[in-house]
Structures are given as structure tokens and as C-alpha cells.
């Protein structure tokens, strides 16, 4: 049986078939990306932490308290509005 040389071509195919997959998953890394939650499988990622919030029943809520909340409810959205403000401000300023 003869012997025979691999082609330059096909050592370039060969090649290819590691690299590109390797360049791809390693420039979504690099773009915050995670194609194969790898993060998730580390345990890198830590779940999203959500506020509790509790529900009383409708009886036992007064009008006079949801007025209060709301009214509470408003005012810190006023103060969030006037510090996305100023902090759009500072952007535009540099």
C-alpha cells in the first residue's frame, strides 16, 4: 500500500475545525456572552435577587393607607427622576 501525504488543504480543514469553534465561543465570552452557560455550571452567576413584597388582603387594607403609600410611592419617584437628571446631565457635560 502506497503511503500517502496529507494535502496542505486538509491540514488547513483539520485545523479549521478546532479553531473557529474556539474563536467563536471566546469572542462571545469576551462580548459578555455566555453560549453555553458555562457561568451557570460554575455557579458564577448567582440568581437575581428580588424583593419580597407582602400582600395583605383587601379587607384589612384602609383607603387612608393606600393613599399614604401612594403618596410615598411618588415622592421616590420624584427623587429616582431628579437623580437620572443629574446623572444625564454629567454624561452630557464630558
Not at 54 to 71: F, M
Amino acid at each position: 500500500m502506497p503511503k500517502r501525504k496529507m494535502t496542505p488543504f486538509a491540514r488547513f480543514i483539520i485545523v479549521m475545525l478546532f479553531i473557529v469553534p474556539l474563536a467563536y465561543f471566546g469572542a462571545s465570552w469576551y462580548n459578555g456572552e455566555d453560549p453555553l452557560n458555562v457561568r451557570q455550571y460554575l455557579g458564577l452567576d448567582q440568581p437575581a435577587k428580588t424583593e419580597e413584597v407582602s400582600v395583605r388582603p383587601d379587607d384589612e387594607v384602609s383607603e387612608a393607607d393606600l393613599r399614604q403609600r401612594i403618596g410615598e410611592l411618588e415622592q421616590k419617584l420624584q427623587q429616582c427622576q431628579k437623580e437620572l437628571d443629574e446623572l444625564k446631565g454629567q454624561v452630557d457635560n464630558q
